[in-house]
């Protein structure tokens, strides 16, 4: 079965960096488009990068020029190198892929920025 194992998260000051990591499996990893979603405690989950199967990559406003998206085909991961992290970035960040109308979740990790 398909699974999408993320890791990373913790608990950083405000300013530092975080990278996650999401490991897939049982799926043709490199056909799928790939995301990271984030829920901050009573909010919705919301999109925070993607990146298509091509290597295309968009980014929500609030995190361009803090966040990169990648991919690593080869290693079936894709990557959220975070940066400049503020309070406001504080949620559960979740692996996303998808294919058409197909979608699969990763468990979520937890990222919490706070001094």
């Known amino acids: 079965q398909v699974q999408l194992v993320e890791s990373g998260g913790g608990l950083v000051q405000p300013g530092g960096s975080l990278r996650l990591s999401c490991a897939a499996s049982?799926?043709?990893?490199?056909?799928?488009?790939m995301g990271w979603y984030r829920q901050a405690p009573g909010k919705q989950r919301e999109l925070v990068a993607a990146?298509?199967?091509?290597?295309?990559?968009n980014y929500t406003d609030s995190v361009k020029g803090r966040f990169t998206i990648s991919r690593d085909n080869a290693k079936n991961t894709v990557y959220l190198q975070m940066n400049s992290l503020k309070p406001e970035d504080t949620a559960v960040y979740y692996c996303?892929?998808?294919?058409?109308?197909?979608?699969?979740w990763g468990q979520g990790t937890q990222v919490t920025v706070s001094s």
């Open positions: 990146i298509t199967s091509g290597g295309s990559t």
């Open positions: 049982g799926l043709i990893f490199n056909i799928y488009n």
């Open positions: 996303n892929a998808s294919l058409l109308r197909v979608n699969f």
